[in-house]
């Protein structure tokens, strides 16, 4: 097919021609480099895009992450440590966490650091099959165990969109394995009930108890938010009211567009 193309071409045009042999034969070359190994295409949510150059690339928004990357602040700066002592099935702390800690979360990650820790009123036994009860019962348990589970295999940034789309969800539990196929699909079900049903899973619910019991002051209520390790009760109520704002006031270093509202001009990808 290629020989009977060539012949049709008249001389004069055999530059352009030899050209395009060229480009066909490079064109069968990496057609044949693919089909022996594969380039993955973009498998990661919008949140993971900008994590390296690598997904970047695959994903076709390296000038976007660079439009991003302008308008992050001083990484020596420490960040405000947010921490949330909490229980899955309480009806506040499922409303702190995704209306005030995700969101804010999101659009400060580079200035602020959260920390989860699944326990809240549990109660750890001493002996049994069951060694803690919760205050919603066994399904709270249950929860609890997934989402630390998910927290220590993937870690905070991987396992933080799972737990707000199970803790969004009409039932926390019920949405769990649909929400960690949806936010990491390299992480399989499997290997979290492996996690909750053997001697991990409630190894993490041990350490979460003792973190809990461990507060000072002692917490009298959850969600119970720490601001670098710190709890006052102006701290709390103003967490609950806008941790938005509060996470901007306490950040120390140069506070980003999204805290002062100030307009930076970027040369804006747009579809």
Same mark, same amino acid.
């Not at 602040?73 to 800690?101: D, M």
């Given at each position: 097919?290629?020989?009977?193309?060539?012949?049709?071409?008249?001389?004069?045009?055999?530059? $352009?021609?030899?050209?395009?042999?060229?480009?066909?034969?490079?064109?069968?070359?990496?057609?044949?480099?693919?089909?022996?190994?594969?380039?993955?295409?973009?498998?990661?949510?919008?949140?993971?895009?900008?994590?390296?150059?690598?997904? !970047?690339?695959?994903?076709?928004? &390296?000038?976007?992450?660079?439009?991003?990357?302008?308008?992050?602040?001083?990484?020596? *700066?420490?960040? *405000?440590?947010?921490?949330?002592?909490?229980?899955?099935?309480?009806?506040?702390?499922?409303?702190?966490?995704?209306? &005030?800690?995700?969101?804010?979360?999101?659009?400060?990650?580079?200035?602020?650091?959260?920390?989860?820790?699944?326990?809240?009123? !549990? &109660?750890?036994?001493?002996?049994?099959?069951?060694?803690?009860?919760?205050?919603?019962?066994?399904?709270?348990?249950?929860?609890?165990?997934?989402?630390?589970?998910?927290?220590?295999?993937?870690?905070?940034?991987?396992? $933080?969109?799972?737990?707000?789309?199970?803790?969004?969800? !009409?039932?926390?539990?019920?949405?769990?394995?649909?929400?960690?196929?949806?936010?990491?699909?390299?992480?399989?079900?499997?290997?979290?009930?492996?996690?909750?049903?053997?001697?991990?899973? $409630?190894?993490?619910?041990?350490?979460?108890?003792?973190?809990?019991?461990?507060?000072?002051?002692?917490?009298?209520?959850?969600?119970? *938010?720490?601001?670098?390790?710190?709890?006052?009760?102006?701290?709390?109520?103003?967490?609950?009211?806008?941790?938005?704002?509060?996470?901007?006031?306490?950040?120390?270093?140069?506070?980003?567009?999204?805290?002062?509202? !100030?307009?930076?001009?970027?040369?804006?990808?747009?579809?």
């Amino acid at each position: 097919m290629l020989r009977k193309a060539l012949a049709s071409v008249p001389v004069s045009n055999m530059k $352009f021609a030899s050209v395009l042999v060229l480009l066909f034969f490079c064109s069968t070359f990496k057609k044949s480099q693919g089909k022996s190994k594969p380039k993955p295409g973009c498998e990661y949510p919008p949140s993971q895009w900008c994590r390296s150059l690598e997904i !970047a690339i695959e994903c076709g928004v &390296q000038k976007q992450c660079l439009e991003l990357n302008a308008t992050r602040p001083n990484s020596a *700066v420490p960040r *405000v440590e947010v921490t949330l002592y909490y229980e899955s099935l309480c009806p506040g702390c499922r409303v702190f966490l995704t209306q &005030q800690l995700f969101p804010t979360w999101a659009m400060l990650h580079d200035i602020m650091e959260v920390k989860l820790v699944p326990y809240g009123n !549990a &109660q750890e036994l001493p002996s049994g099959n069951s060694p803690f009860t919760c205050q919603h019962g066994e399904p709270e348990c249950q929860s609890n165990m997934i989402e630390a589970c998910i927290l220590r295999s993937v870690g905070l940034y991987l396992a $933080f969109p799972v737990i707000d789309c199970m803790e969004s969800a !009409a039932n926390v539990l019920d949405a769990a394995q649909p929400c960690l196929q949806l936010h990491v699909p390299s992480m399989t079900w499997d290997s979290v009930t492996s996690c909750v049903k053997g001697e991990l899973g $409630f190894k993490l619910m041990h350490e979460n108890a003792l973190k809990t019991n461990a507060l000072s002051p002692a917490k009298t209520h959850v969600p119970w *938010v720490t601001i670098n390790g710190e709890y006052t009760d102006d701290f709390q109520d103003n967490a609950m009211s806008s941790l938005f704002n509060l996470v901007c006031k306490m950040y120390k270093g140069g506070k980003p567009p999204a805290c002062t509202g !100030a307009q930076k001009k970027l040369d804006r990808s747009l579809c």
